[in-house]
């Protein structure tokens, strides 16, 4: 029988997942001219991490009741901005 803590624990080992891939591809694409080298060095090791993250979320989805979805937040608007989770982190570890 399913828990909400099995549910829970899915969806933090997909949010590990889609958080490093993140991470790595924040790095790699840091200061702009060279991100493009960075990232072909490390192809194999970046379709690695997606597909990790792929089969976390496919367990997550697996698993998922089946109930109406409701609609995503709205996405960025005009003027809004981005913030990197890892520039973020950054500047809570300073303060």
């Known amino acids: ?35 493009s080298e960075r ?3 490390h192809l194999s090791a970046l379709r690695q991490l997606l597909v990790l993250e792929t089969e976390a979320f496919a367990v997550l989805e697996e698993s998922a009741p ?13 003027g809004d901005t981005v913030i990197s989770l890892t ?3 950054s500047r809570r570890q300073r303060t």
Do not use: F, N, S
Request: charged share 30%; aromatic share 4%; proline share 9%.
């Open 1 to 35: 029988m399913e828990t909400p803590r099995e549910d829970l624990r899915r969806l933090a080992v997909w949010l590990a997942r889609r958080r490093a891939v993140d991470e790595v591809i924040a790095q790699l694409t840091h200061y702009g001219p060279a991100a």
């Open 66 to 78: 089946d109930v109406p979805q409701l609609p995503l937040p709205a996405t960025l608007a005009d």
């Open 39 to 41: 990232v072909h060095q």
């Open 87 to 89: 520039a973020e982190r």
